[in-house]
C-alpha cells in the first residue's frame, strides 16, 4: 500500500514511483503520525539533578540562523529552513519535508540560572542546557487575621 | 510544561515507548525519514531528514535497482534523565526505493549535512540508437 503517489503523469523515472513499503510504515502512520503534518520542530524536555535539557530535531540548519532565546521562563527557538536553492516548485516530485520559517517556544517549569545556558547543534539536533537556579530558601508568609 | 502554541493538542504517543528502548539490546524503533525529490537537468536530487544520524550511523545501499538508506541514531541523553515533555521518539531510519534503469548507479553520490542527506541521481546517458545491419540473404 504506498503512502505517497507521484503528481504528475509523465515520470521519465517512473520506477522510482515504486517506492518499498515497509510493514513498519502502517504502524508509524498510527503511531506517530505522518512526521512534516506536526509540529516542526518535534521537541522533548528532560530533566536531570541539576539541569533541564531540551533537544530538538532540526536537521538541515546553519548554525547561524538558529536563534535561542531565554526570556521570562519561556525558551524560544525559531529560523527557517529553505529550500535548495536550484529545486524550483514546480521540480519537485515529492515533498515531504518541513520548509519555511519556524518556531517554538516552551515554558521551563522551574528557575534557570541563565548564565550557564549553553546550546550545541550536532548532526541536526539541537540541545540547549539549562541549569537549574539554586533554590531559594523558603520564605515563610504570614497570616494576617481578618477583623 | 506549558507550550505556546497547540496546547490542547493530546501527545498520545509517549506512554506507548518503555523508557529503556535506547539501550544496546532492546528493541528500536524505526522511523521512515521525510523525503523531498526534485528534477534537475541531470537527474534527480533526493533530501532526507535523518535527524541525529552523523556519517558513521548512515548506510547507503543500491543493490538490485534498490536504494536503501538506513540511518542509526546515537544518543547521548543520560539515563537519569527524566523526560518531562516529548514529542519524538528515539529509533533509527530506513527507507527504500526501486530505482529505474535511467539512473545511472555507478554515478550516484551522497553527502551528509546537519542530519540531512542529499543523494544525487544522475541520468544514465541515453545510448544513441543503433542501426543493425541486415544481411541479405
Known sequence: ?147 | MAESQDLNQPDNSSSMIPASEDGANGPRLLFNPPIDIYETPDGLVLYADLPGVDSEGLDLQVQNNRLTLFGRVTSDVAESAQMLHQEYHFGDFLRSFILSDEVDHDRIQAKLTNGVLRVELPRAPRANPRRIEVSGG
Do not use: C
Not at chain 1, 503523469?9 to 510504515?25: H, K, N
Not at chain 1, 536531570?48 to 532565546?69: K, N, R
Open chain 1, 1 to 147: 500500500m504506498p503512502i505517497f503517489r507521484w503528481g504528475q503523469p509523465w515520470d521519465p523515472f517512473r520506477d522510482l514511483e515504486r517506492e518499498v513499503d515497509r510493514l513498519l510504515q502502517g504502524v508509524n502512520l498510527t503511531l506517530h503520525g505522518v512526521r512534516f503534518s506536526r509540529r516542526f520542530p518535534q521537541v522533548n524536555l528532560l530533566e536531570l539533578d541539576d539541569s533541564f535539557v531540551l533537544t530538538a530535531e532540526i536537521p538541515g540548519i546553519d548554525v547561524g540562523q538558529l536563534d535561542v532565546t531565554m526570556a521570562s521562563g519561556f525558551l524560544t527557538i525559531k529560523g527557517t529552513r529553505l529550500p535548495p536553492d536550484e529545486a524550483r516548485e514546480d521540480t519537485f516530485r515529492r515533498q515531504e519535508r518541513f520548509h519555511g520559517p519556524w518556531q517554538r517556544k516552551i515554558q521551563l517549569p522551574d528557575r534557570i540560572n541563565e548564565d550557564g545556558m549553553r546550546a550545541d547543534y550536532r548532526a541536526g539536533v539541537l540541545r540547549v542546557t539549562l541549569p537549574k537556579a539554586p533554590s531559594s530558601a523558603a520564605r515563610q508568609i504570614k497570616v494576617n487575621e481578618g477583623p
